[in-house]
């Protein structure tokens, strides 16, 4: 005498005819794991979505700007900008110094203004760490440097105040007595703001031609992301190594751990989020099928009587809710990626599906009707046929 | 009972008290044999331990005390999944309500009987539908077991329990939910059956089935009537 046996196929397709012999109630469940799922994965999609838009943000306004500059207001050394540049994380560095008492005015431009600005000498290429894009023109470069030509670049709100709004090779502007002609107009900056309001001239031409010693200089450095900080501690002896101290350097606050806390808080949202979908599914299941074991009180005990095994019983029951479970996997995964793709189309963000959710509703989907329905499942295993057809029960 | 052939059903001191409170002794002491081909009707008033009986003696419930020998095997040395196995293959129960399953149609309801005794699916159609014609319900086959009339519901019972040619049919009050005429037809169909080598055991109150039975036992409070209390 062999134990009892029934084929996988034949349990299947029992849960299969058992669940198709109440459609009404099959449908509640689903559409109870459907939320669930649905809310896990829509949940995890937007949570993806949102974490790539708010993290690309933060790249953005990452502390990646150190400006430093004398505590007493003095002039640095030109070759203090070679010895920043070389430090490991900076990306890029210009070095902008006063000229005290020395403004501009312009010349030439059509409706001159009488107005003044703010002059100052800076080294080739201090746009780019200011993060001030050239409007028009080209900005002078190391050859204008070493030759001392007679060129400036003027700073956007410069511009507006000296009523410039062209480079056309005949605007100038008026420095300690000489006409230096306009060779670019900047875009207001992003990382370093004081550039805005000057005229920049090339220090080889303010050595040669202006009295005034430049002072009040500012080194401006674009580090790589997240080295801000620690950029901004070397800058003092790099700039001025026997006077360190004299140096005072301004690093943003490092945002590298408020991007990992915000990472961490979106993971955790989703997990929360996830996991009271998840429940509400089970729940679902859980409560549905405990129902129908009881409902089903003379069909189990029919059943046994049969030579199922209490294995049997508890195994079709638990087919019935893996297969509720990935019924509304399925269709709530369908149902996720509309709403994510509807969701991330208004909100302009990035849509990021995460494909092992969505390829895997359905198995989440059976992971969830089979936890939720052991209990069920066992608790039909355990009743005794003889006392549901003796009517005790 | 024949005194050639071993028993297939052989009860000695059997008991069975269900817990309380209050605990009740639904049979004491109970001793029987039925031999193979013989159609015992278990007669007594309701409430005298005949259903019990007889979910003892399908291996649906255990006795408290005794010993319950089938086809030679003792059974208290089986556990649940080998009395499931015995019940898949060699006994078959008829029920007083019938127990179709009313979302299956005829021959679903009789395949069940094959579904647990490791029968291929389409050997149990064949054998499903065999067994209907034989029983003169072929015809309604594809019908909704709910649909048909109490006589043909029960025929269709019993052609689920015979499907797979048990040792033991047993029988609980098989014509109390029918009229005097599709009883009789259904009590025609089980001596038939029984004509053709069938042991069967009828738990019944109905004197007609009584009379029909190679054999009556009647249980009284438990014990069968006539034993020493």
């Not at chain 2, 049979?27 to 029987?32: E, K, P, R, S, Y």
């Amino acid at each position: 005498m062999s134990a009892p046996t029934i084929h996988p196929v034949d349990l299947v397709i029992e849960a299969c005819t058992a669940l198709g012999a109440r459609p009404a109630r099959l449908v509640l469940t689903v559409a109870g794991v459907v939320l669930g799922v649905s809310s896990v994965l829509v949940a995890t999609g937007l949570t993806a979505s949102a974490r790539s838009s708010i993290l690309a943000s933060f790249d953005r306004n990452e502390a990646s700007t150190v400006v430093a500059s004398r505590g007493d207001g003095g002039d640095l050394d030109p070759a203090a900008l070679d010895r920043v540049r070389s430090l490991r994380g900076v990306r890029t560095a210009g070095l902008v110094r006063s000229l005290p008492g020395i403004s501009a005015t312009v010349v030439s431009a059509p409706g001159a203004s009488a107005r003044r600005a703010t002059v100052a000498t800076a080294s080739p290429g201090f746009a780019d760490p200011a993060g001030a894009a050239v409007a028009t023109g080209r900005t002078f470069d190391a050859g204008h440097e070493r030759r001392g030509s007679e060129v400036a670049v003027v700073g956007a709100a410069a511009a507006d105040l000296l009523g410039i709004d062209q480079v056309d090779g005949t605007t100038s502007v008026l420095i300690g007595g000489r006409a230096l002609v306009v060779v670019a107009i900047l875009q207001p900056a992003s990382r370093w703001s004081p550039i805005d309001d000057l005229v920049i001239v090339p220090s080889g031409w303010a050595t040669a031609h202006l009295a005034t010693a430049p002072s009040a200089a500012t080194l401006v450095i674009v580090t790589q992301l997240g080295a801000g900080a620690a950029i901004g501690r070397q800058v003092p002896e790099a700039a001025v190594p026997d006077d360190p101290r004299s140096v005072e350097s301004d690093a943003p606050p490092d945002l590298s751990g408020r991007r990992v806390d915000v990472a961490r808080d979106l993971d955790a949202m989703t997990v929360v989020i996830g996991v009271l979908g998840l429940v509400g599914g089970a729940l679902a299941i859980a409560n549905t099928t405990l129902v129908a074991v009881f409902e089903r009180l003379a069909e189990i005990a029919l059943r046994r009587s049969l030579g199922a095994s209490r294995g049997a019983i508890a195994g079709q029951f638990l087919v019935e809710s893996a297969i509720t479970g990935v019924l509304g996997g399925a269709v709530g995964a369908a149902i996720a990626l509309l709403l994510l793709v509807v969701a991330c189309a208004v909100r302009g963000w990035p849509l990021v599906l995460p494909g092992t959710w969505i390829v895997g509703g359905p198995v989440v989907g059976a992971g969830v009707g089979v936890i939720a329905g052991a209990l069920p499942a066992w608790r039909a295993s355990t009743i005794a046929p003889a006392e549901i057809l003796r009517g005790t029960r | 009972m024949s005194d050639q052939a071993a028993p297939v059903i052989a009860l000695r001191g059997v008991g069975r008290c269900h817990a309380g409170p209050p605990t009740v002794d639904a049979l004491i002491d109970v001793d029987l044999e039925v031999a193979p081909g013989e159609l015992v009707a278990v007669t007594g008033p309701s409430g005298a331990g005949k259903s019990t009986l007889l979910q003892i003696l399908g291996l649906l419930d255990r006795p408290t005390d005794g010993s319950y020998t089938f086809e030679g095997i003792d059974t208290r040395m089986l556990d649940g999944r080998r009395h499931a196995a015995l019940r898949a293959t060699r006994i078959g129960f008829v029920f007083q309500s019938f127990h179709l399953l009313p979302h299956l149609d005829v021959v679903g309801n009789v395949e069940l009987g094959l579904l647990y005794a490791g029968c291929a699916r389409r050997h149990r159609r064949e054998r499903a539908l065999a067994v209907l014609d034989d029983l003169g319900v072929g015809e309604v086959g594809s019908a909704p077991a709910a649909v048909l009339s109490g006589g043909e519901q029960q025929r269709v019972a019993i052609a689920r329990a015979i499907v797979r040619e048990p040792a033991l049919l047993l029988c609980d009050e098989p014509t109390g939910n029918l009229d005097q005429r599709s009883g009789a037809r259904v009590l025609d169909l089980l001596d038939q059956l029984n004509e053709r080598g069938a042991t069967i055991v009828i738990a019944t109150h109905d004197p007609d089935v009584a009379a029909r039975a190679t054999r009556c036992v009647q249980v009284r409070d438990g014990r069968i009537a006539g034993a020493p209390s």
